[in-house]
Nanobody
């Protein structure tokens, strides 16, 4: 059973940076896709960025050029967030899906529809003030 634990959230001013980390335990798969999702208050969960075991990445248009996703052999998932905007305020969740049926682009665009197939972390809050 894969378990995920996020850390690194917090409050920053517009233009600031935060680095989110996700510790992955129990992963026995050599092929996988991991990602970051976020859920703003009152809105659906949406895909932000994803990366697979080959380090292929995909980003939502809203964060492309500002966020960078990386992973360490399926053990740690990181999201470097720069030039944060108030619109980035949300609960951020780490996600893991074993195998290679789902790639990074599909994980990001499918968003909440993957609920039920994905292992989720508990989430970490990111708040950006103007």
């Amino acid at each position: 059973q894969v378990q995920l634990q996020e850390s690194g959230g917090g409050s920053v001013q517009s233009g600031g940076s935060l680095r989110l980390s996700c510790n992955v335990s129990g992963n026995t798969r050599s092929r996988y896709c991991m990602g970051w999702f976020r859920q703003p208050p009152g809105k659906e969960r949406e895909g932000v960025a994803a990366i697979d075991s080959d380090d292929t990445t995909h980003y939502a248009d809203s964060v492309s050029g500002r966020f960078t996703i990386s992973q360490d052999n399926g053990n740690t998932l990181t999201l470097q967030m720069n030039n944060l905007e108030p619109e980035d305020t949300a609960m951020y969740y780490c996600a893991f899906l074993g195998g290679d049926d789902v790639g990074p682009a599909y994980m990001v665009t499918a968003g909440a529809s993957l609920t039920g197939y994905i292992n989720w972390g508990q989430g970490t809050q990111v708040t950006v003030s103007s």
